[in-house]
T-cell receptor, first 112, second 114 residues
Framework: GDSVTQMEGPVTLSEEAFLTINCTYT??????LFWYVQYPGEGLQLLLK?????DKGSNKGFEATYRKETTSFHLEKGSVQVSDSAVYFC???????????FGTGTRLQVTL | DAGVTQSPTHLIKTRGQQVTLRCSPK?????VSWYQQALGQGPQFIFQ???????QRGNFPDRFSGHQFPNYSSELNVNALLLGDSALYLC?????????????FGDGTRLSIL
């Protein structure tokens, strides 16, 4: 079945540091890929998406590129802020399965 | 434009009881999916409803059941509650469940079983 693997957290960075959170997937067919963010006590918010190979999703300074050859969708941000502290989930979706498959999440802590 | 709304926000039950959680999808969405998120884990797919029918189901026992109403809102029912059912239950809505339409999530219902 489909699966998503994310790097273990927590990731602790100083403000303005560069962020990378690795994500790889296995899927039957050609999934759409997503990054969601979860702040404490809240549900998941869609951060960005990519629906086909070589697509780049971007939002609020975050970017991720759909790499079919490496089955990856790594999240990057050039300069993190304290307000970016949250848990980040990578997810894949295939229409035939009608479901999102999530990674286990990566907690990001940004300090001053 | 209201997003996905869930009720209640918190719930405490005891083992063996039954619970009903409710979800109203984002305006314009017709598909509702339910997920269970245990502490420190990613959400796990329970099932998806479209046109008032269960379209797809994850690896959850029959104690978990659901319903979708003509106005697209949905309920999740869990019978014979176990301690392991303690989790955040998330509802997500989308348009027609197609892969290019992202799912939008509510803030969840936190269920605690004593």
């Amino acid at each position: 079945g489909d699966s998503v693997t994310q790097m273990e957290g927590p990731v602790t960075l100083s403000e303005e540091a560069f962020l990378t959170i690795n994500c790889t997937y296995t899927a039957t067919g050609y999934p759409s890929l997503f990054w969601y963010v979860q702040y404490p006590g809240e549900g998941l918010q869609l951060l960005l998406k990519a629906t086909k190979a070589d697509d780049k999703g971007s939002n609020k300074g975050f970017e991720a590129t759909y790499r079919k050859e490496t089955t990856s969708f790594h999240l990057e941000k050039g300069s993190v802020q304290v307000s970016d502290s949250a848990v980040y989930f990578c997810a894949s979706y295939t229409g035939t399965a009608s479901k999102l498959t999530f990674g286990t999440g990566t907690r990001l802590q940004v300090t001053l | 434009d209201a997003g996905v709304t869930q009720s209640p926000t918190h719930l405490i039950k005891t083992r063996g009881q039954q619970v009903t959680l409710r979800c109203s999808p984002k305006s314009g969405h017709d598909t509702v999916s339910w997920y269970q998120q245990a502490l420190g884990q990613g959400p796990q797919f329970i099932f998806q409803y479209y046109e008032e029918e269960e379209r797809q189901r994850g690896n959850f026992p029959d104690r978990f059941s659901g319903h979708q109403f003509p106005n697209y809102s949905s309920e999740l029912n869990v019978n014979a509650l176990l301690l392991g059912d303690s989790a955040l239950y998330l509802c997500a809505s989308s348009l027609d469940g197609t892969k290019n339409q992202p799912q939008h999530f509510g803030d969840g219902t936190r269920l605690s079983i004593l």
